[in-house]
């Protein structure tokens, strides 16, 4: 008995499951080094900004914000107009 899953797979009682046109094609983007790599870059960029989005990033932030205004040269010359 075969049933057909939306062009995706294909199950057999006797076989278990073989890869269907769909399957193939994302098999083959997969392994092209690009895609791979874009798909990548897209998931981890969607971690990130999950993360950042939900807040629990601020606890490296703020020290690091901190630490980039301590690093900011002073200025030498005194401007009286600021208190």
Known sequence: MIIRVTGLLFFSSTTGCEEG???RFLTKMIRNPIF???????LVFLAVVGVRGAGNLEFLELPAYDWFVRMQPGSSIHDPRIT
């Open 21 to 23: 046109l769909g399957m």
């Open 36 to 42: 791979a790599a874009a798909l990548s870059c897209l």
